[in-house]
């Protein structure tokens, strides 16, 4: 197990490894800091140093420092969280968080370190150490970026590699790196290997835990101890699949899962810490999760899940297979999810199967550019709109808020409406085996398009490829004229619903829609 502790500032989360303290152990003759300078890396398995001060200065024994850094509280705290409703049955409704995770407190987005006397002002420290035998290396560069030296240290035995011989007086840039592994560690390239330079080194992942350390420090003559703090470079997602217990309901199955959008490699510059991203991968970054026990589980959790991207706000989790208490569903997608690198996410769905039964429930058929209001109350669970058939628009104005932004069009060719809304995955109704949307009929046990409106005024769509197809999400054509609104749903009193079209050839919307109520299950 990785046994080591993430903390994040605005955009980083931090392991930390390896520090503490200069001890200069000098006659009274020797207070000059030219002369060699001996730098030995040692693992004092810190997780927090609340030192924000060097302390006093006695003598020629102190050695220049880089600035501290302020480190976090102990306590670790949400510091971000993206919530979202999505439906998963006409029972079961997915309340989810996206949750990152950080230690409390202040600290720089770039992590710093010194070198120091170990009799300087006391550090207090939380510690926690990197897992026994993780490889990690050090390289060395001079003033002028040139390249000086490179140790390989295993975690736990540092004092098996010789010292750094270097000059005292002079500074250096100290890189760490590491693949938080017991097997390898990183490889700089250089553009051109016959003159290794700062300015042109740089280390590439593909799916490895890459983790850096960056510092300029002068050392002094005597014996130095280099303090380091590896920090994760990508994103790392939990996924945790959730029974609420206050329901029944298990988990009986999940084939397969993935997240997107990742890419196929990245390249770091060690001068300037800049990420360069490979291509998108194709087919997604697995999310692994262990065998479900024979009856199901009331909790399901992935493993981490690396992802090397920048940040995005439409990344997507696809779980394949899912059956929860006894519905299947052949691809359940969660959209829309803002995640940042170099940070660690819980990502949290949690299934709540309440009973409920229809109230209001009432079939329309509108034509010809009219209207249907429908008039909902008691729905403390939200409301349902199912269409049958439809040609080849609509809208609907829930409490006053229309969901679209501009009529949501299925058709490429509709009349001063453009098409602006498609399948989660990228489909188009009239396209690759997809029907237009007016050659499918649907019924009551398979509506060809739903909308459903959470007890929160959260707004979702799905819809199928074909009648006898599953329900799919729907998500706006990127750069296309449609935004999707949620609405105001009152849980205790009454709701106006009005189904609208505009007018484009023939037009027709059928279906019916029903209000939800929670109910108390039957024995």
């Given at each position: 197990?990785?046994?080591?502790?993430?903390?994040?500032?605005?955009?980083?989360?931090?392991?930390?490894?390896?520090?503490?303290?200069?001890?200069?152990?000098?006659?009274?003759?020797?207070?000059?800091?030219?002369?060699?300078?001996?730098?030995?890396?040692?693992?004092?398995?810190?997780?927090?140093?609340?030192?924000?001060?060097?302390?006093?200065?006695?003598?020629?024994?102190?050695?220049?420092?880089?600035?501290?850094?302020?480190?976090?509280?102990?306590?670790?705290?949400?510091?971000?969280?993206?919530?979202?409703?999505?439906?998963?049955?006409?029972?079961?409704?997915?309340?989810?968080?996206?949750?990152?995770?950080?230690?409390?407190?202040?600290?720089?987005?770039?992590?710093?370190?010194?070198?120091?006397?170990?009799?300087?002002?006391?550090?207090?420290?939380?510690?926690?150490?990197?897992?026994?035998?993780?490889?990690?290396?050090?390289?060395?560069?001079?003033?002028?970026?040139?390249?000086?030296?490179?140790?390989?240290?295993?975690?736990?035995?540092?004092?098996?590699?010789?010292?750094?011989?270097?000059?005292?007086?002079?500074?250096?840039?100290?890189?760490?790196?590491?693949?938080?592994?017991?097997?390898?560690?990183?490889?700089?390239?250089?553009?051109?290997?016959?003159?290794?330079?700062?300015?042109?080194?740089?280390?590439?992942?593909?799916?490895?835990?890459?983790?850096?350390?960056?510092?300029?420090?002068?050392?002094?003559?005597?014996?130095?101890?280099?303090?380091?703090?590896?920090?994760?470079?990508?994103?790392?997602?939990t996924t945790n699949l959730i029974i609420d217990p206050t329901v029944g309901g298990t988990i009986t199955s999940v084939n397969s899962a993935d997240i997107r959008p990742t890419r196929t490699g990245a390249t770091y510059s060690?001068?300037?810490?800049?990420?360069?991203?490979?291509?998108?991968?194709?087919?997604?970054?697995?999310?692994?999760?262990?065998?479900?026990p024979t009856g199901g589980t009331k909790r399901l959790s992935s493993t981490p899940t690396r992802l090397l991207s920048p940040a995005v706000s439409n990344g997507v989790l696809t779980l394949r297979n899912l059956t929860v208490?006894?519905?299947?569903?052949?691809?359940?997608?969660?959209?829309?999810?803002?995640?940042?690198?170099?940070?660690?996410?819980?990502?949290?769905?949690?299934?709540?199967?309440?009973?409920?039964?229809?109230?209001?429930?009432?079939?329309?058929?509108?034509?010809?550019?009219?209207?249907?209001?429908?008039?909902?109350?008691?729905?403390?669970?939200?409301?349902?709109?199912?269409?049958?058939?439809?040609?080849?628009?609509?809208?609907?104005?829930?409490?006053?808020?229309?969901?679209?932004?501009?009529?949501?069009?299925?058709?490429?060719?509709?009349?001063?409406?453009?098409?602006?809304?498609?399948?989660?995955?990228?489909?188009?109704?009239?396209?690759?085996?997809?029907?237009?949307?007016?050659?499918?009929?649907?019924?009551?046990?398979?509506?060809?398009?739903?909308?459903?409106?959470?007890?929160?005024?959260?707004?979702?769509?799905?819809?199928?490829?074909?009648?006898?197809?599953?329900?799919?999400?729907?998500?706006?054509?990127?750069?296309?004229?449609?935004?999707?609104a949620n609405t105001t749903w009152n849980t205790t009193g009454s709701n106006t619903i009005r189904v609208t079209q505009i007018v484009s050839g023939p037009t027709l919307i059928t279906g019916r829609g029903r209000g939800r109520?929670?109910?108390?299950?039957?024995?």
């Amino acid at each position: 197990m990785k046994n080591y502790f993430e903390t994040i500032g605005a955009t980083k989360v931090m392991v930390f490894i390896a520090l503490l303290c200069l001890s200069c152990k000098k006659n009274v003759n020797e207070l000059s800091s030219a002369g060699e300078a001996q730098v030995l890396v040692t693992l004092a398995s810190a997780e927090f140093d609340y030192e924000d001060n060097v302390g006093s200065v006695s003598s020629g024994n102190q050695s220049s420092a880089a600035q501290m850094a302020k480190s976090p509280s102990a306590e670790t705290k949400n510091t971000a969280q993206q919530t979202f409703t999505l439906p998963f049955s006409d029972e079961i409704t997915v309340f989810g968080t996206l949750q990152e995770l950080s230690a409390g407190g202040s600290e720089a987005n770039t992590p710093t370190t010194e070198l120091k006397r170990a009799s300087a002002g006391k550090a207090a420290i939380q510690r926690n150490p990197l897992a026994p035998g993780t490889q990690y290396l050090i390289a060395v560069y001079s003033a002028a970026g040139q390249f000086v030296a490179q140790n390989t240290y295993i975690s736990g035995r540092e004092s098996e590699t010789a010292a750094f011989l270097l000059d005292g007086g002079s500074t250096y840039t100290f890189i760490g790196l590491s693949f938080n592994t017991q097997n390898t560690v990183p490889t700089i390239v250089y553009t051109n290997p016959n003159v290794r330079t700062l300015n042109t080194a740089s280390v590439t992942a593909t799916t490895q835990d890459l983790m850096v350390f960056k510092t300029s420090v002068a050392v002094v003559s005597g014996n130095n101890t280099l303090s380091v703090v590896l920090r994760h470079i990508f994103t790392e997602i939990t996924t945790n699949l959730i029974i609420d217990p206050t329901v029944g309901g298990t988990i009986t199955s999940v084939n397969s899962a993935d997240i997107r959008p990742t890419r196929t490699g990245a390249t770091y510059s060690l001068a300037t810490e800049a990420i360069t991203y490979a291509a998108l991968s194709s087919t997604g970054q697995t999310v692994a999760f262990p065998a479900i026990p024979t009856g199901g589980t009331k909790r399901l959790s992935s493993t981490p899940t690396r992802l090397l991207s920048p940040a995005v706000s439409n990344g997507v989790l696809t779980l394949r297979n899912l059956t929860v208490n006894g519905t299947a569903k052949a691809e359940f997608l969660v959209p829309d999810l803002a995640i940042s690198p170099g940070k660690k996410y819980n990502l949290n769905l949690n299934f709540r199967v309440p009973c409920t039964q229809d109230v209001n429930n009432t079939v329309f058929d509108v034509r010809d550019g009219n209207f249907r209001d429908f008039t909902v109350s008691g729905a403390n669970y939200g409301f349902i709109l199912d269409i049958y058939t439809l040609d080849n628009s609509f809208n609907m104005t829930i409490n006053g808020t229309r969901i679209g932004s501009n009529e949501i069009q299925f058709q490429a060719s509709g009349a001063g409406s453009p098409r602006n809304i498609q399948f989660a995955d990228g489909a188009l109704w009239g396209l690759g085996g997809v029907p237009e949307i007016y050659d499918l009929i649907g019924n009551e046990a398979s509506p060809i398009i739903r909308v459903t409106v959470s007890a929160a005024g959260q707004v979702s769509l799905e819809g199928r490829k074909s009648i006898s197809g599953p329900l799919l999400p729907l998500t706006t054509i990127p750069g296309g004229n449609l935004t999707l609104a949620n609405t105001t749903w009152n849980t205790t009193g009454s709701n106006t619903i009005r189904v609208t079209q505009i007018v484009s050839g023939p037009t027709l919307i059928t279906g019916r829609g029903r209000g939800r109520q929670i109910i108390t299950c039957p024995n």
